[in-house]
T-cell receptor
Framework: KQEVTQIPAALSVPEGENLVLNCSFTDSAIYNLQWFRQDPGKGLTSLLLIQSSQREQTSGRLNASLDKSSGRSTLYIAASQPGDSATYLCAPRGGSEKLVFGKGTKLTVNP | NAGVMQNPRHLVRRRGQEARLRCSPMKGHSHVYWYRQLPEEGLKFMVYLQKENIIDESGMPKERFSAEFPKEGPSILRIQQVVRGDSAAYFC??????????????FGNGTRLTVT
């Protein structure tokens, strides 16, 4: 059974800082891993999708890496902004086709 | 291209009533997933459907919950005889049929069910 852990659970940083969010998962037999952000009371917005054959994926100030064999992924956010404040979720997808979610990292970027 | 549409956004039901949650996937998507998010908890998988088929319902409670995705119309998550513990946000996601496992899931804004 896949289990996903995200560290830290909460993070507060000043505007402009670069930061790293960590995600670990127990079953490395995955097809891909997706990172999302969730704003309070809202749905999930897909940020990046990394296939199991890829090591990195970039979109703007976001960079996600995947080390499938060790069961780890990181989300790097460059030059953070107050608008980046949200909960960030990682979700690997395995043979059962469904995503398994961690509890997320709640990020606060202070102006 | 409209995203995944869920309605209603908010639903209030009294204990014992039925709740029906609707999900219209993105255009061209034929795979639908339902997730539940309890307060202060992560999202938990409930059910995975394709048109007219339930593929994986391993996350569905054994009683009172059912889901369908008919050939025409939205996917429906139905909760009978609701209890307070059913209060949660219910999210629907969809993906296209081709190489579905390699495609990103797109989520709706959810239905927030409150049972009084």
């Amino acid at each position: 059974k896949q289990e996903v852990t995200q560290i830290p659970a909460a993070l507060s940083v000043p505007e402009g800082e670069n930061l790293v969010l960590n995600c670990s998962f127990t079953d490395s037999a995955i097809y891909n891993l997706q990172w999302f952000r969730q704003d309070p009371g809202k749905g999930l917005t897909s940020l990046l999708l990394i296939q199991s054959s890829q090591r990195e994926q970039t979109s703007g100030r976001l960079n996600a890496s995947l080390d499938k064999s060790s069961g780890r992924s990181t989300l790097y956010i460059a030059a953070s902004q107050p608008g980046d404040s949200a909960t960030y979720l990682c979700a690997p997808r395995g043979g059962s086709e469904k995503l398994v979610f961690g509890k997320g990292t709640k990020l606060t970027v202070n102006p | 291209n409209a995203g995944v549409m869920q309605n209603p956004r908010h639903l209030v039901r009294r204990r014992g009533q039925e709740a029906r949650l609707r999900c219209s996937p993105m255009k061209g998507h034929s795979h639908v997933y339902w997730y539940r998010q309890l307060p202060e908890e992560g999202l938990k998988f409930m059910v995975y459907l394709q048109k007219e088929n339930i593929i994986d319902e391993s996350g569905m409670p054994k009683e009172r919950f059912s889901a369908e995705f008919p050939k025409e119309g939205p996917s429906i998550l139905r909760i009978q005889q609701v209890v307070r513990g059913d209060s949660a946000a219910y999210f629907c996601a969809s993906s296209p049929p081709a190489r579905a496992r390699n495609s990103p899931l797109h989520f709706g804004n959810g239905t927030r069910l409150t049972v009084t």
